[in-house]
């Protein structure tokens, strides 16, 4: 993954990520007990049925925590000043998952830039799991 360093001139349509992973049920389950998060959803398939879903489910918080992992890694320097999402469908271990994202407007002002991005979390077949939106602030150059 390309990693932006303070030299780097960033446009409108510079890419961010993408991040390739699959998330395990048990680092769903660690992240859930540590996140204070104890539905059964959050804990296995066994639990997460009896709750009547088909599978263990991947907290939105999580989802967000992987928005904001490719963020960090993008731009090691930036300070994320906003993250919003829309959770269009819910995400279960064990499945592919491509998280990206674009620059959609840069603001170039005397204390740095700041980034307006766009970014997705899909399924490894393209399907749109997580929808959203972040602002970034990076340092002034020099």
């Known amino acids: ?6 030299a780097d001139v960033i446009d409108v349509g510079y890419e961010i990520g993408p991040l ?21 959803r959050f804990m296995g398939d066994e639990e997460a049925r009896r709750e009547g879903f088909s599978a263990q489910v991947v907290p939105g918080n999580m989802s967000l ?3 904001s992992r490719l963020i960090g890694r993008t731009f090691p ?8 999402a829309t959770f269009r469908a819910l995400i279960h271990p064990g499945h592919a998952l ?17 980034l307006e991005c766009d970014l997705v ?8 799991l997580v929808t959203g939106t ?9």
């Open 20 to 40: 390739a992973l699959t998330l395990s049920g048990a680092e769903v389950k660690r992240y859930a007990l540590a996140a204070r998060m104890f539905g059964g």
């Open 77 to 84: 320097n930036g300070v994320l000043q906003r993250l919003s």
């Open 65 to 67: 925590s992987l928005l």
């Open 98 to 114: 491509v998280v990206r994202g674009v620059v959609t407007e840069v603001h170039r002002t005397d204390h740095g830039d700041v």
């Open 134 to 142: 972040a602002s970034v602030q990076l340092p002034p150059a020099g």
């Open 121 to 128: 979390i899909e399924s490894g077949d393209g399907e749109r």
């Open 1 to 6: 993954m390309a990693q932006a360093s303070g």
